[in-house]
């Protein structure tokens, strides 16, 4: 012994544990194959790289923590404080594409005039053509909320949709054309739907359970903007207005946009009459129309109730 003392490799053992080898095969020649057999086994997968395992129902529990987590760090990572939440009908198109659709229906039913079907499906695509009007709102409303606060590089008060076309592609789509960050949160379906281009790529994310997405998009929400919509929306948009109905979460403001549609798609008066909600309940949200006015109304709405829009993060 020199007196030094010996470090071993940080790296890398200058001899092989037992075990770090393939067994000998000069005592059983079958040895190998039956090792191979072992690696090959889904029982020999570290757990977490082993889809079969975590598709299971018995591991569902984890994949519900990863669904919300994963999410969750990113955009605390990105310093994402506070959403502005903005659902809507992802058949809502911008006036030139909404306009073409139109334009082609009409040609088909020159083709063929006695065609009832084709007929509706024109009155149909004038319709949308008509509320197309909604997809250049919500691309203004993404644009002041993406220059608020102390403009586009402030993370305090974000644009979120669900990640998809129509509306939410419009509200992202404002949110870029100033420079802003914005959110999506799409979903896996059996028929997957493409994000649309517009979101901020490091901010786009997949769930598998809609439930998960959902807490997501309450969890940062200081407002809840509807455009007119389909099931989606519905569905995002009474969750929320139960969720307040019932004070399980604080009171945000929630927008109608369109108050046109809002009443034909849905009767609140009629709700009240047949004594199924209370008066306040249709107090919980209010009707608009420009994107100035969302805006304002929205954040009127954190002023009246002692808040700041833009509290620190």
């Known amino acids: 012994m020199n007196g030094r003392r010996h470090h071993p490799p940080p790296d890398a053992r200058l001899a092989p544990l037992p075990g770090q080898t393939p067994p000998p095969i000069a005592h059983d020649p079958d040895a190998l194959a039956r090792v191979q057999a ?4 889904a029982s020999y997968r570290i757990a977490d790289q082993d889809p079969d395992f975590l598709s299971l129902d018995d591991t569902r529990s984890l994949r519900l923590q990863v669904d919300y987590l994963k999410p969750e760090l990113l955009l605390r990572e990105h310093g994402i404080a506070h959403t502005i939440v903005i659902y809507g009908g992802t058949r809502i198109s911008e006036p030139a594409v909404a306009q073409r659709d139109v334009d082609a229906h009409k040609a088909a039913l020159q083709a063929d005039p006695d065609n009832i079907e084709l007929a509706q499906a024109l009155e149909i695509a004038q319709r949308r053509r008509d509320k197309s009007v909604y997809y250049e709102v919500a691309r203004e409303l993404g644009r ?6 102390e403009g586009p590089r402030d993370c305090r008060v974000v644009v979120m949709t669900g990640g998809g076309p129509g509306i939410m592609e419009a509200a992202n789509r404002g949110a870029f054309d100033v420079g802003a960050k914005s959110v999506g949160l799409n979903i896996s379906l ?3 739907q493409f994000p649309n281009p517009y979101i901020t790529p490091e901010l ?3 769930f598998h359970y809609f439930a998960l997405r959902k807490l997501h998009f309450m969890q940062r929400a200081r407002a809840l903007v509807a455009f007119p ?12 207005l ?9 009171p945000v403001p929630v927008v109608l946009v369109g108050e046109r549609y809002w009443r034909r798609a849905v009767d609140f008066d009629f709700l009240v009459d047949e004594g199924v909600i209370d008066p306040e309940d249709r107090d919980l949200f209010w009707y608009a129309e420009t994107a100035p006015e969302i805006w304002d109304g929205i954040q009127r709405w954190h002023e009246a109730n002692g808040g700041s829009l833009f509290p620190c993060a």
């Open 190 to 192: 059996p028929r997957e």
């Open 229 to 240: 919509g389909g099931y989606g929306t519905f569905d995002e948009l009474f969750e929320t």
């Open 144 to 149: 002041l909320i993406g220059e608020s606060g």
């Open 204 to 206: 786009c994310f997949r």
């Open 38 to 41: 072992i690696l090959d086994s």
């Open 242 to 250: 139960t969720l307040i109905q019932t004070r399980k979460i604080q």
